[in-house]
């Protein structure tokens, strides 16, 4: 069973940085793809970004596109996004979930099985 755990979210205000981390355990797909994705209140979950570990091969949300970067340390298990230039149109819950296979369908979160609890990020104005 994939396990997920995010952490790193909470309050800034606009301009500042945040870095999201996601640790994984449980993992056994030989190639497989971590996403990011965000919810605000009262909308649709939407990707924000992706890596595929077949290749380390990095996929952005326009909306995040130069702000936003995503890696990994496979020794930790974990995947982070690092946030900067932080808008308040970027306060959501953040949240992290794994497929199996090399592809980032970041506009298709059902292709995602396994997800995490969800961190909270809110920039403030």
């Given at each position: 069973?994939?396990?997920i755990?995010?952490?790193?979210?909470g309050l800034?205000?606009?301009?500042?940085s945040?870095?999201?981390?996601?640790?994984?355990s449980?993992?056994?797909f030989?190639?497989?793809?971590?996403?990011?994705?965000?919810?605000?209140?009262?909308k649709?979950?939407?990707?924000?970004?992706?890596?595929?570990?077949?290749?380390?091969s990095?996929?952005?949300?326009?909306?995040?596109?130069g702000r936003?970067?995503?890696?990994?340390?496979?020794?930790?298990?974990?995947?982070y996004?690092?946030?900067?230039?932080?808008?308040?149109?970027?306060?959501?819950?953040?949240?992290?979930?794994?497929?199996?296979?090399?592809w980032?369908?970041l506009?298709?979160?059902?292709?995602f099985?396994?997800?995490g609890?969800?961190?909270?990020v809110?920039?403030?104005?």
């Amino acid at each position: 069973e994939v396990q997920i755990v995010e952490s790193g979210g909470g309050l800034v205000q606009a301009g500042g940085s945040l870095r999201l981390s996601c640790t994984t355990s449980g993992v056994t797909f030989d190639d497989y793809a971590i996403g990011w994705f965000r919810q605000a209140p009262g909308k649709e979950r939407k990707g924000v970004s992706c890596i595929s570990s077949s290749d380390g091969s990095t996929y952005y949300a326009d909306s995040v596109k130069g702000r936003f970067t995503i890696s990994e340390d496979n020794a930790k298990n974990t995947v982070y996004l690092q946030m900067t230039s932080l808008k308040p149109e970027d306060t959501a819950v953040y949240y992290c979930a794994v497929r199996d296979g090399i592809w980032c369908p970041l506009r298709n979160p059902d292709d995602f099985g396994s997800w995490g609890q969800g961190t909270q990020v809110t920039v403030s104005s």
